[in-house]
């Protein structure tokens, strides 16, 4: 099972210069429970922005770069050249994850089974955008809106999307 999983603004914003634009902890804790122990399929701008790779996650990194893999961490990371080589990497029979950016989850979206996505209250100015679904072939299998806090300063509603 491919999904995508995002936290994207209404206008589809999902960051800029390389960065998020919000900052939602509980939206993190929700990404680590849902993608810690699985695949995660990312580009290698989005590979770029961590510090370190993720903990209890095996990276599948696209990239057009040649000889990346030698810059990367092999016992954590697979380093492959486009999305269905990535996805042919996954066990299809386990839950795997795409997690941007905005290129990566355009070449995915035809291949996804699911998304998960935080969708972000408001608009903002980005470089990265989520791409447009169609809404017809999605099913909204689940919603559940969060209000601003004292830790997040913009209202937000996870939605979760099965292809019909």
Same mark, same amino acid.
């Given at each position: 099972?491919? +999904?995508l999983i995002a936290a994207a603004a209404e206008n589809n914003a999902l960051g800029k210069n390389n960065e998020m634009i919000w900052h939602l902890p509980?939206?993190?804790k929700r990404f680590k429970k849902l993608t810690s122990g699985h695949d995660i399929i990312l580009g290698r701008k989005t590979f770029e922005s961590f510090d370190k790779p993720l903990p209890n996650r095996r990276?599948?990194?696209? +990239?057009r770069q040649e000889n990346y893999a030698e810059n990367i961490d092999p016992s954590c990371c697979?380093?492959?050249?486009s999305i269905e080589e990535a996805i042919a990497q996954t066990n299809a029979e386990?839950?795997?994850f795409v997690i941007g950016g905005g290129e990566i989850y355009t070449l995915a979206l035809p291949l996804a089974d699911k998304i998960e996505l935080t969708r972000v209250h408001g608009t903002f100015d980005a470089d990265?955008?989520?791409? +447009?679904?169609?809404?017809e072939k999605w099913h909204l299998d689940n919603e559940e809106y969060h209000s601003t806090d004292e830790k997040h300063k913009v209202d937000f509603t996870y939605q979760t999307f099965l292809k019909k």
């Amino acid at each position: 099972m491919i +999904t995508l999983i995002a936290a994207a603004a209404e206008n589809n914003a999902l960051g800029k210069n390389n960065e998020m634009i919000w900052h939602l902890p509980d939206d993190f804790k929700r990404f680590k429970k849902l993608t810690s122990g699985h695949d995660i399929i990312l580009g290698r701008k989005t590979f770029e922005s961590f510090d370190k790779p993720l903990p209890n996650r095996r990276h599948i990194i696209v +990239t057009r770069q040649e000889n990346y893999a030698e810059n990367i961490d092999p016992s954590c990371c697979i380093v492959v050249s486009s999305i269905e080589e990535a996805i042919a990497q996954t066990n299809a029979e386990e839950e795997n994850f795409v997690i941007g950016g905005g290129e990566i989850y355009t070449l995915a979206l035809p291949l996804a089974d699911k998304i998960e996505l935080t969708r972000v209250h408001g608009t903002f100015d980005a470089d990265a955008y989520f791409p +447009t679904f169609d809404v017809e072939k999605w099913h909204l299998d689940n919603e559940e809106y969060h209000s601003t806090d004292e830790k997040h300063k913009v209202d937000f509603t996870y939605q979760t999307f099965l292809k019909k």
